[in-house]
């Protein structure tokens, strides 16, 4: 039996005009599509923010630039059948690699080495169907200042 745990994540929003970049995966007893930003676990003794760094490092061979922490939030749920509950601190980011911002598709491995290709979608565009996870990061999103229309 697994011991149930509370995870730590670090996640951070890359922002291309209205869009954010985003992980779309499938929940299959569901049946449901959702998106996710890009991040993952915090390490013992890590800080989140440098989390946010070596996840995207790891997963998008990319370097971050202007983090800024813009909040926290308790995501409990049902993923595939497993109850899952995370602490998520949720960042705002730039790209280094400006080329980033101009792809459909931004190519990359999740840690168990399965590939992925990251997207661009519109805030709008999330629904119940179609959701964006953590839950309440579309609400914390739409409540803060992100700078709009960064330049890519």
């Not at 760094?53 to 061979?61: L, N």
């Not at 993923?79 to 990359?108: F, P, R, W």
């Not at 964006?132 to 579309?138: A, E, I, R």
């Amino acid at each position: 039996m697994t011991a149930q745990r509370i995870r730590p994540l670090a996640i951070c929003v890359f922002q291309r005009d209205d869009r954010i970049l985003v992980i779309e995966a499938v929940d299959s007893i569901k049946r449901q599509t959702f998106y996710r930003p890009l991040g993952g676990g915090i390490d013992f003794g890590e800080h989140s923010s440098d989390a946010v760094i070596r996840e995207v490092r790891e997963e998008i061979s990319a370097e971050v630039a202007n983090l800024r922490y813009i909040g926290t939030l308790e995501n409990i749920f049902i993923y595939n059948g497993v109850a899952g509950h995370e602490i998520v601190q949720v960042y705002d980011g730039q790209l280094v690699n400006e080329s980033l911002y101009k792809m459909q598709t931004v190519s990359g491995v999740e840690s168990d080495g399965k590939a992925f290709g990251a997207i661009w979608k519109s805030l709008d565009t999330f629904s119940d169907e179609r959701p964006l996870y953590p839950h309440g990061l579309l609400e914390l999103l739409r409540a803060q200042t992100l700078a709009v229309g960064r330049e890519a």
